[in-house]
C-alpha cells in the first residue's frame, strides 16, 4: 500500500537531499502531500524541488517553510 503523503519535516536532508526529492518527485504519481519544512534546503534545494513540479501532476501540498 503507498503513502499519499510523506512527513520529511526536519531530517536535515539539505541541498543534496533536495536533489534526491526532485529525482522522485518528478516521476512520483501517487503522492498528494509533501513535508519538508526545517530542512536546510538553501536556495538551490528548493528551485530543485520546485523545478520537480513542473513534471509532477499529483502533488497538490508542499511545504518549504524555513527551507531556506
Known sequence: HR???????????????AACIQASLAVNS???????RDNR??????VSVCEALLSN????ALS???GL
Do not use: V
Not at 503513502?3 to 537531499?17: F, S
Not at 501517487?30 to 519538508?36: A, F, K, P, S, V
Not at 534546503?41 to 528548493?46: H, I, W
Open 3 to 17: 503513502a499519499a503523503a510523506a512527513d520529511l519535516e526536519a531530517y536535515g536532508l539539505g541541498p543534496a537531499g
Open 30 to 36: 501517487y503522492l498528494r502531500c509533501c513535508d519538508l
Open 41 to 46: 534546503l538553501g536556495p538551490e534545494g528548493c
Open 57 to 60: 501532476r499529483s502533488l497538490t
Open 64 to 66: 518549504l517553510e524555513l
